[in-house]
């Protein structure tokens, strides 16, 4: 009896073992849902999907399942690209190519950018040179001694300042000096200022070389310093400290002598009718052997013959009576006299010699480069080799006052002593 009832409960035991084996392993392939949650990372089956399903080992499903990833992933690779070793070895070329051009880019890039910076760095350096001599000779140690030089800026007349071009816009401050490229200058300033309205478009300049040379010189285009007083009172002073602090100021200069060569061409050379009436006749009546009266035009005046001389203009500069009756014309007054170099703190010194490099460099500095390019007109002709030429009518003695009345502009801008002219 023991031993029946010991068979019954292994035979009971031993059903249920199965049952449960069977239930885990149907589990697995779908054929009960014991578990209603499932992992949300697998997506859930199409409807109708259990009917087509083969029961089977578990192993052999989740090997076709494999299979079946693998083979889509080859197939999908296999259709954008074809794996063979020729074709690897021609895609790796082609990568390396690429690359090496990249490369070439690269280096070339860098080789820019280490000019332009090498080059910047030497502007730099050159115009900090600049500003130094400057200040050397505005402090008293150089040799040379000038009027005006230990004045403070609040003592320079308001008629002084009537060269100081101010561009509130973009906070600039130009000085312009007559023969020294002012032209294109004075053109840059009004397309910065917007202050000249194209008469073909309605709008204002946009492009310095547009701008009619012949405008620029009028007067009222311009802001500047002298205007001041009119337009803000008991204020001005007050403003043109601030405006000269916080503004980046530049002017450009060159060799003192040649520039009076320039000048002398330019408005004496040829028939102008407004520097014939007021200083041309005035040099031939005091320094000319002219008998009678003079011719009343300029016109008249050049088709008989009778001009000033280059002796007679320096002759006129140096004649104390020249001063005293009015201020030397903006087109010779020493370049101290009109810019203040010793009040004003200038940011950049440009020089007409180098003209091109120096007005790109202070283009960048502005940051205005991307806005406008500096007029690629004529340049203006007179070279320092004709210095010996011009002066070789003119005395000694008389080169050598010159000297002393331009001294000033060839120490504090740092143009050499023109022995040549002085000692020959």
């Not at 080859?74 to 051009?101: D, F, I, N, R, W």
């Amino acid at each position: 009896m023991g031993t029946w009832r010991g068979l019954r409960v292994a035979f009971i035991l031993g059903s249920l073992f199965m049952i449960l084996l069977i239930i885990v392993y149907w589990d697995d392939v779908g054929g009960f849902k014991l578990y209603p949650l499932q992992d949300p990372k697998h997506e859930s089956l199409p409807s109708g999907c259990c009917s087509q399903l083969t029961v089977g080992p578990p192993q052999s499903v989740t090997t076709s399942r494999t299979q079946a990833r693998f083979s889509f992933n080859v197939s999908t690779t296999a259709s954008s690209t074809t794996l063979s070793p020729k074709g690897a070895a021609q895609t790796h070329t082609e990568e390396e190519e690429g690359e090496e051009k990249q490369d070439q880019r690269k280096e070339e890039t860098r080789g820019d950018e280490e000019k332009e910076s090498s080059r910047t760095s030497a502007d730099d350096r050159g115009q900090e040179t600049r500003k130094q001599r400057i200040m050397d000779v505005c402090s008293g140690r150089g040799a040379v001694e000038f009027p005006g030089r230990t004045r403070a800026f609040e003592q320079i007349p308001n008629r002084e300042l009537d060269h100081l071009i101010v561009d509130d816009t973009h906070q600039i401050i130009y000085c312009y000096v007559p023969k020294v490229a002012c032209t294109n200058w004075k053109r840059v300033m009004v397309v910065l200022s917007q202050s000249l309205i194209s008469p073909s478009s309605g709008k204002p300049y946009t492009d310095p070389e547009a701008v009619p040379p012949d405008l620029v010189h009028n007067s009222s285009l311009h802001l500047t310093f002298a205007k001041f007083w009119r337009h803000y009172g008991s204020l001005s002073r007050h403003l043109m400290a601030v405006k000269l602090q916080h503004y980046t100021k530049f002017l450009f200069v060159r060799d003192p002598f040649v520039r009076l060569i320039s000048a002398f061409r330019n408005k004496f050379g040829r028939p102008n009718e407004d520097f014939y009436r007021q200083f041309g006749s005035v040099m031939l009546r005091r320094y000319g052997n002219v008998s009678g009266s003079l011719p009343e035009t300029a016109a008249e005046a050049f088709a008989a013959g009778i001009k000033p001389t280059f002796h007679q203009f320096i002759t006129y500069l140096l004649d104390p009576e020249t001063e005293r009756e009015s201020i030397f014309n903006e087109h010779w007054r020493q370049v101290y006299r009109l810019c203040h170099p010793c009040q004003v703190k200038y940011d950049f010194i440009g020089r007409l010699e180098s003209l091109e490099t120096d007005a790109e460099h202070l283009l960048k500095l502005l940051e205005v480069d991307d806005l406008l390019r500096f007029p690629s007109g004529a340049r203006n002709r007179t070279a320092a080799s004709w210095e010996r030429d011009w002066f070789a009518q003119i005395p000694i003695t008389t080169r050598r006052e010159l000297y002393k009345l331009y001294e000033p502009d060839f120490e504090l801008f740092g143009y050499p002593k023109p022995d040549s002219v002085l000692h020959r």
